[in-house]
């Protein structure tokens, strides 16, 4: 492992939120996925949500999940987004042990109606930001209630997640996680 991986997997397994503010392509994906992977093998009810800016990331994440289902039994990784049809939401809500979105999903298709979530939320151990930004204005507040949103659910359910963030662009990494 290169040395964030390490300190991620290390921290992560300490309990700890992280970010992680690595240059392109230096393996922030293995970072993140390494404790979810990990706590998915030790805890059969464990469950992560990870949110990608755009459709497309989220659908390369999912290809690179993909590959870890031969190794890591009833590793269930569903993308739930605006194109997910309807006929498949029911069982990603229900078996899907990762589900990969993004933030407009999680404020109209998933937190207005949590309910339906509630097995998903209960046993969230994990809350993935890949490529976490500074946004501003109107669409900045918007994502940053809807994180708040995101943190009352889990806690409502009694779930305590971690969080992993992720940046290759951000300069002030710790500034932005803290707040």
């Keep these: 492992l290169y040395s964030h991986q390490l300190s991620a997997?290390?921290?992560s397994r300490a309990q700890k939120n992280i970010i992680?503010?690595?240059?392109?392509?230096?393996?922030?994906?293995?970072a993140y996925n390494l404790p979810v992977l990990g706590t998915i093998l030790q805890n059969s009810e464990a469950r992560a949500l990870y949110l990608f800016p755009t459709k497309a990331l989220a659908q390369d994440q999912y290809s690179n999940l993909q590959f870890f289902q031969s190794f890591v039994a009833n590793l269930k990784s569903s993308i739930y987004d605006g194109?997910?049809?309807?006929?498949?939401?029911?069982?990603i809500r229900k078996n899907a042990r990762i589900v990969l979105s993004n933030p407009d999903m999680l404020h109209t298709g998933i937190l207005p109606h949590h309910s339906n979530w509630s097995d998903f939320f209960s046993s969230l151990n994990f809350i993935v930001i890949d490529e976490?930004?500074?946004y501003r204005g109107v669409f900045g507040s918007h994502v940053a209630n809807v994180i708040r949103r995101l943190k009352r659910v889990a806690e409502f359910y009694g779930?305590?997640?971690?969080?992993?963030l992720a940046s290759a662009t951000i300069g002030n990494p710790k500034e932005l996680a803290e707040n």
């Design 159 to 164: 779930a305590k997640p971690q969080f992993i």
């Design 132 to 134: 976490a930004h500074t």
């Design 83 to 91: 194109d997910t049809p309807q006929s498949s939401r029911s069982s």
């Design 20 to 30: 992680l503010a690595t240059g392109t392509a230096s393996g922030k994906t293995v």
């Design 9 to 11: 997997w290390i921290q």
